[in-house]
């Protein structure tokens, strides 16, 4: 997940988490003057100050020689997007009938999202949909859900046999930014062809229409770079390196991102990544043990974005002269002429005094609230759209009036706890993960079937006893499984009313070798008001014995 | 190294393949219905000391997270089987331990003075110093209890007569119908024996698995203990019962007032069974009867070996000269 986001596989951000250009912002300079942020106060460090080099960079390492300060570094082959492309309001476009295609790349867009019954409705709009994975999912065959009728659905699939990532190299990122680079384990079955080949064929053979038969606005395909020793299919090694960044007077790998410069003379795919694959090789297949500090910050390791610095502002570990808050557990200490430690929040030898321990806010110091919150600056309690108790805060207001409401998903919702009285909540199991573990025999044999765990108290008063099949219920669908009736989920006592939360867990659909109900069936079409997570935690259910 | 003679020259007819340790360097202890292997008869009735490490696995239930990352560790290292399971009502995987489940995660929930607790025990062999499945079995070579602590089952010897699962005071082998063998954990012995851990102890990401000489566990467990009363577990507890000589899988029990909890026996003892018998009968002159009086007191006990390999058994030097050999040429213990 983190290295998703990292290289931007969320809507509303380029690669290293640059901004995507508004409609507004018509030239790269007013681009550049609304992402770059001034400091507040003197001695900040402030480096998002340079953000300019970092994007100009980016736009060099895809377009290369074909762009300059001539055409603003290519930055109008940039997408402008007016509407906001995150999940909820992309599954709204197709659920309106104007989405005609989608690709869907190592995901199971079916399972994942929330209200089944609605994605399925928006999936049978398409006119054509790609999926991209190792396995046959949900996704593809979603013609084949229950209760669908396939004779209803005219959208053409096209499941595309995608490697696992044990059939290729590459890299992972993990939750502490540690980018580690894993070998090939096992060849692929026959007719299977890696990620990279198949979005290179895509790329050529839309690269050729264009050639042939020319189009509207094709600058930005045709000039894009795709220099690999094998263009129709890009090693993982190359990938890497174009990721990194290069010298382009010296055609040099980079080794840190001080050096990215914003006048078209460096490249880099992701300025966070810069160091991650330099002429020394790659920093990402290290696999020194080493731990002089005791810290646990192994920086033979793999690397850790930024500039293989292990614990983010670890200035802040520091007190004002540069000595430990805590000298048991050391993060940097200043040694009067440079730091030690881990790698430095900024210059090995600037001195503790110089400079504000939060490098990348404006004001140099933490933040208790911020400005960036479309309900901000201070947090305020809202109830979940579906809530079984008013908002004594403030009943008139009782939901955050941010949630953006998709046409049709009020009239989905229960009105009051009368005929949903028990709260749901979905979740993960250890033993699993998402779906496609429900291909690996030996884990479906762990967890192996769909399953709601019922408090104790409330199997009693409805009189269902451990290991029976119950039916679970919202407005929108619903799931039945095996009862897990346990004293580990407590009765809430919600302004003063008993409050029961049955749960259930998200791995099953109706493709694998274990099958089982979809607890999406259950959720609310409804997301956060800043981030646009749906809201899988807390919503409304009836529940009876099956 | 030199091979102890007493643990090494079978004068008991043994079945080459029991005899011979599996990778070279694994020296015996005991052998199922072979009393010439057993210490209690070594030198001077006193027994012998060991001449390499004796291993345990720790089990710090405190720590388990229930992850069942080894169940599925054992059985890939292990190529058991997948089994179809189903949801019972519980977070646990398998509702019994079975010929290819080895490991199994067994889940209880309690609440104890009102606090309600979620127990989480790792049911498998515990590799007991007095191994009660090895003193009941009838059949030569069918279990083997090695220096190091290991208690291992070779099929190839079991005679399907399930005496070990009676003898068995923790209610571990399990019988395959099928093959008419009976299985259980061997301590991942040929990891072992290649100086690595058991696969359990190597995935377990929470650190609740410790591996090392039974001497460095005793006294990791002793500042688990500390740890946890410092934490107000005050009952916590070793697990180690002395009436089976102690075991080389342990266990830290945060709840030790509470071991029916955990399906853990308070006073397990191993049965003298069948090796105590043979051992009689050869004292009463078995090495002069011979074979035939082996043969008569496996017949008495009704379970004969099916497999007998007769040149073996009667020589003894076929069976004495292959594990001369695989001793001879090993080290006597790959130390890890
Ligand atoms: S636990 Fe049972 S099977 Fe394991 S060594 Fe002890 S008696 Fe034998
Ligand atoms: S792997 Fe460790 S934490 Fe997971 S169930 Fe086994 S012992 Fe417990």
Known sequence: MQGATDHAIVAGILPGYLSVPSPAQTSLASHLAESTPKPLVPDTVNYWGNYPKFLISLLKAWFGDTVGPENEYGYHYLAKPAGDATWLSMWDQAHQGKLEGLVALGFNPLLAGPDVPRLLQAMANLKWKVVIDPFMLDSAEFWRAPDVDPADIQTEVLFLPATHWVERAGSFTNSGRWAQWKEQAIDPPDGVRSDTWILSELFWRVKELYEEEGGAYHEPILNLQWNYLNPREPRLEELAQEINGSDLRTGELLSSFGQLRDDGTTTSGNWLYTGSFTEEGNMMARRGTDDPSGMGFHHDWGFSWPANRRVLYNRASADADGQPWDASRPGIRWTGDKWIGDVPDYGPTTPPDQAGAFIMTEEGVARLFTTYLVDGPFSEHYEPVESPTPNILHEDVPTNPLIHWYDGVRETLANGRDDYPYVCTVYRVVEREHFVTSNVPYLVELMPDFFVEVPYGLAEEKGIENGEQVRVWSKRGEVQGVAVVTKRIKPLIVNGETCWTVGVPVHWGFKGITTGSMANNLTPFVGDANTSCPEFKAFLVNMEKA | ?336
Not at chain 2, 130 to 148: F, K, R, S, T, W
């Open chain 2, 1 to 336: 190294m030199a091979p102890d003679e007493s643990l090494l020259a079978p004068d008991e007819g043994v079945p080459a393949q029991a005899a011979q340790a599996p990778q070279g360097g694994l020296r015996i202890r005991r052998i199922s219905a072979t009393p010439g292997h057993s210490l209690e008869l070594g030198p001077d009735g006193a027994p012998a000391p060991r001449t390499g490490p004796e291993y345990a696995k720790l089990i710090d239930i405190s720590r388990c997270i229930g992850c069942k990352g080894c169940e599925v560790a054992c059985k890939e290292w292990n190529e058991l089987g997948v089994e179809p399971t189903e949801n019972f009502g519980s977070m646990q995987s398998h509702r019994d331990l079975s010929p290819d489940t080895w490991l199994l995660m067994r889940f209880n929930e309690i609440e104890i003075d009102d606090d309600l607790q979620w127990l989480i025990k790792k049911d498998a062999c515990l590799h007991c110093e007095e191994p009660g499945c090895l003193y009941a079995c009838p059949a030569p070579g069918a279990i083997v209890q090695y220096e190091n602590g290991i208690v291992d089952f070779n099929q190839e010897q079991c005679i399907g007569c399930q005496l070990c699962v009676s003898g068995c005071p923790f209610d571990i082998p399990r019988f395959n119908p099928e093959s008419k063998k009976v299985f259980k954990c061997n301590m991942c012995i040929d990891r072992v024996e290649a100086g690595l851990e058991p696969a359990c102890v190597k995935t377990c990401p929470t650190n609740a698995i410790s591996w090392g000489t039974k001497e460095d566990m005793l006294r990791l467990a002793e500042k688990k203990l500390e740890g946890l009363a410092a934490r107000g577990f005050e009952n916590a507890t070793l697990y180690d019962p002395s009436g089976v000589g102690g075991t080389h899988m342990m266990y830290v029990v945060p709840h030790g007032d509470q071991l029916e909890e955990y399906d853990l026996p308070a006073d397990p003892t191993a049965a003298p069974g069948a090796l105590a018998t043979l051992g009689s009968l050869r004292q009463l002159g078995a090495s002069a009867l011979g074979l035939g009086l082996l043969a008569t007191a496996l017949h008495y006990l009704g379970f004969g070996p099916q497999e007998p390999e007769p040149e073996g058994v009667q020589s003894g030097t076929g069976a004495g000269t292959a594990d001369g050999e695989a001793d001879g040429e090993a080290d006597p213990r790959t130390d890890a």
